[in-house]
């Protein structure tokens, strides 16, 4: 559609258009309901309706079977840095983390805010958390194993997930990378992500909990902190968010319409490659912050000679309908986010834009 930007932004992101369609088409009647989606009771039998279709859709696109349960919670997925910890964590139970960037450090010091004891099994912080670990070294007895997929704001991603003792719970946030391409669910014990990035708007987190742990989970919690609570009320103790949950049902349709996860995860790889290969190419004008085998295919973070240059590379980008380069605020540089609804013609564009951009602008 004319006017829409191509928009880099790490999250909240682009969405594709023709869930936006969807979502403008049926906004003041909901097919035919004579109400909006936004509008109906959440235990009504419409929106119950939608709900059950969404986890059904989740199911069906990641390779769930029954033995997961789906939540759809608010509070970001910062709340479940602490929720983790709190349910999993016992006296003699320690959280172990993998630290591999900021959203890695806030989910082990969230489970020392509260009070558990929490244990860093590895970490990147030697190099600024330009890599990611591959030595593990847990504690004795470990609540569970926690990483974090994908490094929104370093550039880092996971390639291959860790191998843990069997009776060691594998949790992962995977807030910026999830459902971008296919993974064996059945490793991670627990996932979570904002929809924010790949899946949705703001406003709801998904949560995915195997149930065999649940015999593990922390009996007398407060209400709301309770992962028993959520499961058993599925997902309906209090009132979810109910549009953003229909959103991510109709992303989840949107996958499936694209070929799955499979499709979508070389689409992916396409649209990464146009933008490292500009970086590889450009005699170090253009320079990848990370370790290559590291890369993350949906944050790509680099700099260019000067940081005068990357406010006028940014700025450029901008008045060419490219939007949301600048690097997190913490790193700084330029930092192109590409997740599974960023379209393909974006990337290229952007490639093309790199290369000119440095036949201008020498060092
Ligand atoms: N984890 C990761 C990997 C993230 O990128 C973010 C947000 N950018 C968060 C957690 C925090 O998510 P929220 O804002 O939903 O709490």
Redesign the pocket.
Known sequence: MENRVFNFS??PAVLPEDVLLEVREDLLNYKGKGMSVMEMSHRSKDYQAIFNDTVARVKRVFGLEEDYEVLFLG???????LMTALNFCSDEKEANYILT?S??K??YTEAKKAGKKAHVAATSDDKNFNYIPKDLNLSPNPAFLHM??????YGTQFKTVPEVPADVPLFA????DIMSKPIDVKKFALIY??A??NIGP?GV?MVLIRKDIINRLQPDLPTMLSYKTHIEKDSMFNTPPTFPIYIVGLVMKWIENKGGLEAIAKINEEKAAYIYDVIDNSDGYYIGTVEKEDRSLMNITFRLPTEDLEAKFISEAANNMMSGLKGHRSVGGCRASIYNAFPMEGAKKLAEFMKEFQKNNPA
């Open positions: 790490a999250g509070g970001g997925a910062s709340t479940q840095f960037g959203w890695a806030k989910a974090t997929t994908n490094n929104t704001i946030d995977m807030s910026s992500a904002g924010q990035k703001a987190t």
